[in-house]
């Protein structure tokens, strides 16, 4: 079998005018290239800080457009990026030198009321879906910010005015229709639909500790769509042995977790809180919150009064040198159950894969309640406790 390392793979990517001519012959709807007088405009994402410079954005208008702007990447070997509303902070609805798939022209959203279900078209936002279920005095779960995408902002979770009453804006997705990432159309059956309620991140389970295997989710697919053969069984040199697709350059990172903590899975997200605290705390003094009874949910925690420290390491793409300050800061940190990259998200783990989806679950919520406590403390509407140190 093949062995797959964690190198740079060598770019064959065509000419951007040869990636642009493709899409001239094989695609009906709008493109904007480099040399389109609105290139500026329509590369940008909500973030300003995100400055990729796609070949090629394929301003979609149907299902067919769809299928055939990520045939074309595909055959191309280029990276896709699939925008809706463009709010990742990340920056994961665009890239750079490949083809952004725009959705925004599709944002039509049918009601029906009787049914009470609303089929959405991928690029409406929830200004789009609540308008069109508000004529109908019904609602859902949306986002507090109304030009958030709903399909991205369900895809992660998504939480929202209604959450306390409703649940997740995931939790009230029906069915979904796919493109596939190498162009087919199907619609998600029961599994598939599981996955699609809030995937992000990379994630891990450990399969052999003696000699130590992982399962981890292949890079740079949707973990929403993830087929069974996009889980990798890897050796620590990180050789695959089963599974399609590439690991994450930071298989690293699992493999120094699970050597450091004896863990049995290790969970990687990202979220909006995650990288607003990650980024609002000196390095040497993360975030640390104390007296929440959700504490109690973490591994050898027994009382709410324990104080809970998130130790923060600094990003850095050389994957070597950061899976070392990674594995020296939990050394220096035993009591810790989980970390935060700068500006990228949190890693936690656990000694089953239960146990570490539990913590992702107790962080996102804590580091939630310690970014909104701060918020409104200094808004002067706060007068609790001081949380979230
Ligand atoms: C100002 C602001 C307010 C926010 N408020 C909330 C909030 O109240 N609640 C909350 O839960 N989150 C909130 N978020 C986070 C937000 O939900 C996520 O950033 C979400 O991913 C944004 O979705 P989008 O479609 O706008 O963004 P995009 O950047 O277009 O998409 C985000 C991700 O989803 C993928 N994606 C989008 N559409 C599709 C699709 N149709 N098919 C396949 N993949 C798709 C993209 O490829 C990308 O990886 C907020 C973010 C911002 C910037």
Known sequence: MAETRLE???????????????????????????????????RRVWNGAVDDHPAVIAHCRGTDDVVAAVTLAAAAGVPLAVRAG????????????????????????????????????????????DAATGIHG????????????????????????????????????????????????????????????????????????????????????????LEPTQILDIDETCAVHGGSGNPSAETLLHFEIVRRRAAGAVLHTHSVWSTVLSDSHGLDRGPATEGYEMLKGLDGVRTHEHREWVPIVPNDQDMLRLARVVGRTLDEHPSAHAILL????????????????????IFEFLLETMGRTRAYRLRGGYDGPAQGS
């Open 8 to 42: 740079e793979k060598p770019m064959t990517a065509p000419s951007t005018t040869a990636l642009a001519e493709a899409f001239d012959r094989g695609f009906d709807g709008a493109t904007t290239t480099p040399e389109s007088d609105r290139y500026e405009e329509a």
């Open 342 to 361: 700068q500006r990228h998200g949190i890693y936690t783990w656990g000694a089953t894969l239960a146990d570490a989806v539990r913590h992702v679950e």
């Open 86 to 129: 463009g709010h990742s902070v990340a920056g994961f609805s665009s890239c750079d030198g490949g083809v952004v798939v725009d959705l925004a022209p599709m944002r039509g959203v049918a009601v029906d009321p009787h049914r009470r279900r609303a089929v959405v078209q991928p690029g409406a936002t929830w200004a789009d879906f």
């Open 138 to 225: 019904l609602a859902s779960t949306g986002g507090l910010v109304s030009s958030t995408g709903v399909a991205g902002l369900t895809l992660g979770g998504g939480i929202g005015w209604l959450q306390r009453r409703y649940g997740l804006a995931c939790d009230n997705l029906r069915s979904a229709q796919l493109v596939t990432a190498d162009g087919r159309l199907i619609d998600a059956d029961e599994a598939l639909l599981w996955g699609l309620r809030g995937g992000g991140g990379n994630f891990s389970v450990v399969t052999s500790h003696v000699p130590r295997r992982l399962a981890i989710t292949a890079s740079s697919v949707d973990k929403g769509a």
